[in-house]
């Protein structure tokens, strides 16, 4: 079943990449990163997702995404 999950998620998120929909990139990057599904690359995209998403920081999904990042940093 996380399998399953996980490659919902995958395709989510190939989904919103491939429509530049980075709102949608983010939620999934952070859904797979919240159960260490991702690696470095795609933690580094997410923090980069932060950056480019300015006017979302006061949304919970923003708080939730940075502070993965924030944790995968150390």
Avoid at 5 to 30: K, P, V
């Amino acid at each position: 079943q996380r399998a399953e999950a996980t490659a919902a998620l995958r395709r989510a998120l190939a989904e919103a990449r491939a429509q530049e929909a980075r709102w949608l990139e983010l939620l999934a990057l952070t859904e797979l990163s919240q159960d260490g599904r991702t690696g470095a690359r795609e933690r580094q995209a997410l923090a980069a997702l932060l950056e480019q998403l300015p006017e979302a920081r006061e949304t919970s999904a923003f708080r939730k995404a940075q502070a993965l990042v924030g944790a995968a940093r150390g």
